[in-house]
Nanobody, 121 residues
């Protein structure tokens, strides 16, 4: 069973850059699970896709967040990272990483439990 664990600061200040790490329990990030994504859910709202990577290809992002987002993989550490710059209170949410054999995050087989991020000065 693949396990994913998100980690990072629970509180960031407005205008700062959020950095989150997703640590995967096995080498699946480099082997049989090609798709990896970051997703978030703000209070009272639905899931919002942030961006994804597939294999060793370039990441791709939600158009609404593209200018502020960077996703990368560290295969030596079995980790997926997210950076989201210029944070505002509207970015407060539970952030999830997910991985699987499907390109759509809704169909990804493995999800972390999520990490809550608050944006406040």
């Amino acid at each position: 069973q693949v396990q994913l664990q998100e980690s990072g600061p629970g509180l960031v200040k407005p205008s700062q850059t959020l950095s989150l790490t997703c640590t995967v329990s096995s080498d699946s990030i480099t082997s049989y699970l090609p798709y990896w994504s970051w997703i978030r859910q703000a209070p009272g709202k639905g899931l919002e896709w942030i961006g994804s990577t597939v294999g060793s290809g370039n990441p791709y992002y939600s158009p609404s967040l593209k200018s502020r987002t960077s996703i990368s993989r560290d295969t030596s550490k079995n980790q997926l990272t997210l950076q989201l710059s210029s944070m505002t209170p509207e970015d407060a949410a539970v952030y999830y990483c997910a991985g699987g054999t499907h390109s759509s995050y809704n169909d990804m087989e493995f999800w972390g439990k999520g990490t809550l991020v608050t944006v406040s000065s």
